[in-house]
């Protein structure tokens, strides 16, 4: 069965630092890869999307970055962190040989909070 | 572009009852589908069920099952045998031809004892 992971789970970070968030789907190959972030009480922003490695979609022009280095693999970045980067930060993934209309499944978030 | 409507931020239903949460969509697409995700205090999205658009029956999940009216452009989730564990964010959600997910703002459900 697929499992995906992320980590950390929860992360404290300075303003102006740098930031990398993970997230790995086992079970699988060549997934959709998703990244949203979710302010408190709010609904989820997509952030970014890949379909494949190296192939990545930027929804929201912001100071986050992210990379596919693997298939299984993708990694949210910031060198410089600000305030507003803070929230819970979703990774997830759909089959990808199935087209757009699969269901997409979550990992368990990272909470951030910059200080 | 897609939309997603969900009117209630909030609702409330007693243990043991029936609550119906409301979800409204455009999409100018023939071929989607529509989700609703439970989000627990825990945070992570789950699945709660799926329509395909181009299915007249209405989807069904245990004590969960959906109102789709294509026409209307209406995807309510009705919850029967209210449990405490139900309690939760429910967002619903539209997917299209870009591999991606409009969610709507969610509606936080209370499930008194």
């Known amino acids: 069965s697929q499992t995906i992971h992320q980590w950390p789970a929860t992360l404290v970070q300075p303003v102006g630092s740098p930031l990398s968030l993970e997230c790995t789907v086992e079970?699988?190959?060549?997934?959709?890869l998703y990244w949203y972030r979710q302010a408190a009480g709010r609904g989820l922003q997509l952030l970014f999307y890949?379909?494949?490695?190296?192939?990545i979609s930027s929804e929201v022009p912001q100071n986050l970055s992210a990379s596919r280095p693997q298939d299984r693999q993708f990694i949210l970045s910031s060198k410089k962190l600000l305030l507003s980067d803070s929230g819970f930060y979703l990774c997830?993934?759909?089959?990808?040989?199935?087209?757009?209309?699969?269901?997409?499944?979550f990992g368990p978030g990272t909470r951030l909070l910059v200080l | 572009a897609q939309t997603v409507t969900q009117s209630q931020p909030e609702m409330s239903v007693q243990e043991a009852e029936t609550v119906t949460l409301s979800c409204t969509y455009d999409?100018?697409?023939?071929?989607?589908?529509l989700f609703w995700y439970k989000q627990p205090p825990s945070r992570q999205m789950i699945l709660v069920i799926r329509?395909?658009?181009?299915?007249?029956q209405n989807a069904t999940e245990n004590r969960f099952s959906v109102n789709f009216q294509k026409a209307a452009k209406s995807f309510s989730l009705k919850i029967s045998d209210s449990q405490l564990g139900d309690a939760a964010m429910y967002f619903c959600?539209?997917?299209?031809?870009?591999?991606?997910?409009?969610f709507g703002k969610g509606t936080l459900l209370t499930v008194n004892p």
């Open positions: 959600a539209l997917g299209g031809s870009n591999y991606k997910l409009t």
């Open positions: 890949s379909v494949g490695i190296g192939q």
């Open positions: 329509q395909e658009a181009y299915k007249q």
């Open positions: 079970g699988t190959s060549n997934p959709n």
């Open positions: 997830a993934w759909t089959p990808g040989t199935s087209g757009y209309q699969e269901t997409q499944y």
């Open positions: 999409t100018s697409e023939s071929d989607y589908y």
